[in-house]
């Protein structure tokens, strides 16, 4: 075998650089994916992947340290020192595992077919490794297999991924395919798999998965560089024999032999789909043709370039750049795109369809999470993409024997979360006036799911204008949920003329009023028979230990969950004054929780919880009791001490954008606190210079006017020239391109946006 001296020596004759070090090219400041810290998330509870994957991509090309646990969601914890593989889909940041599709690890001696353990990865194929061997960047990620003396490097394109491993001399190197590796490290959910060699270098093939996303489809096409020198099947960890090429089972793997020289390299590129093998090798025919490694790659990272440049800032601070760049790119990494270069893909029918040239077709929607801030982001930064994702959840709507999408992945529904937030990221851009929507289509799916679909509890809510804690678990939060999705379903009425319905359904969305109680000022459970649920603890999950009132939060965080309609709610609490003592109060609280308290419950500054998304809007809420101050300074706190260039630099799960993309608008200066009002409150810019590139060649620039980088109080604002005194902002001020200058001092100004006149609009206004 080669020495690692040896081979670490042989990288620079490989691409040109030292294993561990930056490229040797000089890095401007143009080029943005040198700011992208991919370790960040990595480690504590940020459930990220370092892996290869381009924007929006349907590959996602990682290594895999463990394939279970809350904390390996996406297959990989910086903890970690040995590795299982590289399997091509991965989830950014979710609280559920599930993916590690088509794991491939390269190894040399006896192959072995089961992985190992963490604690004793010689008991199987995998291997350790160094992270300081790792490298990280956008569209790419190397490490060194330390146990087989490989070096591995990675990198995709929209459909496939392209691996290079860089061999010793040894004549038992070999590839280890495993089709039972999934998350849950159970057998148990492969429905089936099936494996065909090809040609001596292909192996074709595809398995049905039932994890978070029960009956799944992926298939897949694998071609290597160098025939193979022997090929064997197993089946239940038994060799079929080298005479066997084909074989249908749930518990699947094979081995790939060779004989290699010295530093010989091996390319292996994978196509997958969701339709059929047949798609994967068409996927893989036409974005990887050839075996140029370096080409894809630098593909990759200008793919990337592109993305990230579509948002410009000026900051002398590397780490805030890094936390910034880091953030975009977490947004990029979903939805991922779910259809084959033809057009076609598995509907949520489990059906194929075919899509015109053109259109695309996406998966992994994380909607409770990313229609706060995520999906507001993409009006701004990724317009383009906006008509593809919105006519998708319809179509997704219109397929579905679940309805209107809740979380849908990979053709299937996993139903995780409460509400039905497709319809708030619907009518957010049906506000903002996009074009080509089919909102025809769209409205009469979202008027079943809110008007007749007994889902949930929605049933009860509509009899009750609540939902009753004695008959439905997490009420309190469903109720809040439901809410805001007619406030959402109204807007679509009454965009297709169905202005009877849209009266309705606004006036259904004050529901809230039915679980705030007045007495104690607080959101709370009620029975079916209107009586208030006892015992009541504002810190608890609830009054029964047989569920929880509350979706992964407490009466603290819940009770400031209105974000339609502000001004409406803070009458309740009889007055900007007392709800502003509320506030304060949230944030001034002890951290402490009961036991059973989820670990989504993160990222706390007494009962605010930045680690989870339920929060992220609470500390815009200020704004319209006349205290925007105090949103200035509780947002810059955020900014300052949530996120951190370092492994365990999220609050908590990065939830595919959304941890990230609060970061993102928060930085530039805004946030959308009712994305689907189409309306932005300010916040406090954290940067003195920052651009948005809308489309078609208009931008958002952001200017902030201060002394002292610590300045984070806003004294006056200019938009487009002239002084503005409101506290907020309309999308259609901003669509034709705008300029924002904030004057910044390091103390408040606690005149500007006081008035009642400068607050953003409600429901109630």
Request: proline content about 5%; some cysteine; glycine content about 8%.
């Amino acid at each position: 075998m080669m020495a690692l001296s040896h081979l670490l020596g042989l990288q620079g004759k490989i691409d040109g650089r030292a294993l561990a070090q930056p490229m040797p090219e000089s890095v401007s400041d143009d080029d943005l994916t040198h700011y992208v810290n991919l370790a960040i998330g990595t480690g504590g509870h940020g459930h990220t992947y370092p892996g290869a994957t381009v924007p929006f991509g349907m590959v996602q090309l990682s290594p895999d340290t463990y394939n279970d646990g809350w904390d390996w969601c996406s297959g990989y914890h910086r903890s970690d020192n040995s590795i299982m593989g590289f399997s091509h889909t991965h989830l950014s940041g979710t609280g559920v595992g599930d993916m590690l599709d088509v794991l491939l690890m390269p190894g040399t001696g006896k192959a072995k077919t089961v992985p190992g353990s963490r604690e004793k990865p010689e008991e199987g194929y995998r291997s350790r490794f160094d992270h300081k061997d790792e490298i990280a960047e956008p569209g790419y990620y190397s490490l060194i297999l330390r146990d087989y003396d490989i070096r591995a490097e990675l990198s995709a394109t929209e459909r496939g991924g392209f691996h290079k491993y860089t061999l010793p001399l040894s004549d038992s190197s070999h590839f280890i395919l495993d089709l039972v590796h999934a998350f849950g490290n159970s057998p148990d959910s492969i429905l089936w798999s099936e494996l065909k060699a090809k040609n001596n270098d292909t192996i074709l093939g595809g398995r049905g998965v039932s994890r978070w996303a029960r009956g799944r489809q992926i298939y897949f096409a694998m071609k290597f560089s160098k025939p193979f020198r022997e090929f064997e099947i197993f089946e239940e960890d038994k060799g079929l024999g080298p005479g066997v090429h084909e074989a249908r089972g749930k518990h699947l793997k094979c081995v790939v032999k060779y004989q290699t020289s010295p530093g010989e390299v091996i390319y292996v590129k994978t196509g997958i789909s969701g339709v059929s093998v047949e798609g994967a090798l068409k996927n893989l025919e036409s974005e990887i043709p050839d075996w140029d490694f370096a080409k894809v790659r630098q593909a990759a990272k200008q793919s990337w370039q592109r993305e990230l440049s579509r948002i410009r800032i000026e900051c002398s601070n590397q780490k805030q750049k890094e936390i910034f760049y880091t953030a975009l790119y977490h947004m990029m990494a979903a939805p991922t795109l779910f259809d084959d270069v033809d057009g076609q893909y598995r509907g949520m029918d489990d059906k194929i369809h075919r899509l015109p040239p053109g259109l695309h077709n996406y998966s992994t929607f994380s909607l409770w999470d990313t229609y706060r801030a995520t999906h507001p982001l993409y009006t701004l930064a990724q317009s383009h993409r906006i008509p593809d994702f919105v006519n998708c959840l319809i179509r997704m709507a219109e397929e579905s024997p679940e309805g209107m999408p809740v979380w849908p992945l990979q053709g299937k529904e996993t139903g995780c979360m409460t509400g039905y937030h497709s319809a708030a990221v619907i009518a957010e851009a049906c506000v903002k006036k996009f074009p080509k929507l089919d909102l025809a289509k769209a409205y009469p799916l979202m008027k079943k799911r809110a008007m007749a679909d007994d889902y949930r509890g929605l049933g009860l809510y509509r009899k009750l204008g609540y939902i009753p804690a004695d008959k439905e678990e997490e009420s309190v939060s469903k109720t809040l949920e439901y809410v805001y999705d007619d406030w959402a379903v109204a807007h679509v009425a009454h965009a297709v003329g169905a202005v009877e319905d849209a009266k309705i359904l606004r006036e259904r969305s004050t529901n809230y009023r039915n679980v705030f109680d007045s007495k104690v000022r607080f959101m709370r459970s009620r029975l079916e028979n209107g009586d208030w649920a006892e015992p009541f603890d504002p810190r608890g999950m609830g009054h029964s230990k047989k569920w929880h009132d509350y979706t992964e939060s407490n009466a603290w965080e819940t009770t400031f969950g209105i974000q339609h309609d502000p001004k409406g709610y803070i009458e309740l609490f009889v007055g900007r004054q007392a709800f502003l003592e509320k506030l304060d109060e949230l944030f001034n609280q002890s951290s402490d929780l009961p036991a059973d308290a989820p670990p989504d419950i993160a990222g706390l500054v007494g009962q605010y919880a930045h680690g989870n998304e339920p929060c992220h809007h609470i500390a815009y809420l200020y704004s319209y009791a006349g205290a925007p101050y105090k949103t200035q300074e509780r947002v810059r706190q955020l900014l300052e001490t949530m996120y951190d260039n370092q492994p365990d630099g999220l609050a908590g799960n990065e939830d595919c954008g959304q941890m990230s993309a609060w970061y993102v608008i928060s930085a530039l200066g805004f946030y959308a606190v009712d994305p689907v009002s189409g309306n932005y409150v300010f916040g406090t810019p954290l940067f003195d210079h920052a651009s948005v590139e809308l489309g078609s060649g208009k931008s958002l620039v952001i200017k902030a006017e201060r002394s002292s980088p610590t300045d984070q109080y806003i004294q006056s604002i200019e938009f487009n020239g002239k002084p503005y005194s409101k506290v907020w902002f309309r999308h259609a001020d901003i669509v034709n391109g705008a300029t924002i200058v904030f004057t910044m001092s390091a103390e408040p100004n606690m005149q500007f946006g006081a008035e009642e006149s400068a607050a953003p609009p409600s429901l109630t206004s």
